[in-house]
């Protein structure tokens, strides 16, 4: 149990870290942050696919991981960033960032209710994933441009 705990701490570590070190520019760090959030789904879909076994940890990692970036990803796009570093962002994003706000703390509500009753098994993530992809869907469409 001890190897699972170090092992998702190390995790949580690594994510961050990431987003530490591309903090100098909104483009880099919003991109890592999206890097991170992506890791930490796709943790979650095979432990919700039973493509891996449940693990707690893993589970409160990745929400964890989910939790931190939602409070201050929208921080992220300040005026001046719409372009760079061959960035997916709409111009949609400034021209609504109540919106673009309002989407992002939704995502960081339902991911924190998923952390705070900390989904007991793979039917459990699968339920939490349905709340919290729907938040990136709707997030995904509106605002971003894929290339």
């Not at 760090?29 to 919700?48: P, S, W």
């Amino acid at each position: 149990m001890k190897l699972k705990t170090i092992a998702a701490a190390a995790i949580v570590a690594v994510l961050g870290a990431g987003a530490v070190v591309a903090a100098d520019e909104p483009q880099a760090a919003r991109q890592q942050m999206m890097k991170d959030v992506g890791r930490a789904m796709g943790a979650l879909a095979g432990i919700a696919k039973g493509e891996k076994p449940y693990d707690a940890d893993v589970v409160k990692a990745s929400l964890t991981t989910m939790s931190e970036v939602s409070k201050t990803f929208a921080d992220q796009f300040p005026a001046g960033s719409e372009t760079g570093f061959e960035t997916e962002a709409s111009p949609k994003i400034w021209e609504n960032m109540d919106d673009f706000r309002a989407k992002d703390a939704q995502f960081g509500k339902d991911v924190d209710t998923a952390l705070a009753t900390l989904p007991a098994d793979q039917a459990g993530v699968g339920a939490a994933l349905g709340t919290i992809g729907k938040n990136c869907s709707a997030c995904h469409e509106t605002y971003r441009v894929k290339k």
